[in-house]
């Protein structure tokens, strides 16, 4: 069963911009907080940016200034990425936690020089 969908990633040139979207399903409640991370070929995942249900929000420092956060209602988050740079080809995955932590599927971005 899919808990959440995400769209949105594609090949970019670096300069340029897209936009993530994240669509929790109606049968996870509660959710306290719903996030974008990236996984590199042959690195760890890591945590890319973070909205809570009170709408305060964090990002990684390589990110800051360039991507941003945003909800739509309790379960969907966009996360618009400007200046995008080659380091941050990766695949981008929703998060989102209430009694348990969901994952997505993955979408990948691609970002050539």
């Known amino acids: 069963q899919v808990h959440l969908v995400e769209s949105g990633g594609g090949l970019v040139q670096a300069g340029g911009s897209l936009r993530l979207s994240c669509a929790a399903s109606?049968?996870?409640?509660?959710?306290?907080?719903m996030g974008w991370y990236r996984q590199a070929p042959g690195k760890e995942r890591e945590m890319v940016a973070r909205i809570t249900s009170g709408g305060s929000t964090n990002y990684a420092d390589s990110v800051k200034g360039r991507f941003t956060i945003s909800r739509d209602n309790a379960k969907k988050i966009y996360l618009q990425m400007n200046s995008l740079k080659p380091e941050d080809t990766a695949v981008y995955y929703c998060?989102?936690?209430?009694?348990?932590?969901?994952w997505g599927q993955g979408t990948q971005v691609t970002v050539s020089s």
């Open positions: 109606r049968n996870i409640f509660s959710i306290n907080v």
């Open positions: 998060n989102a936690v209430s009694i348990i932590t969901y």
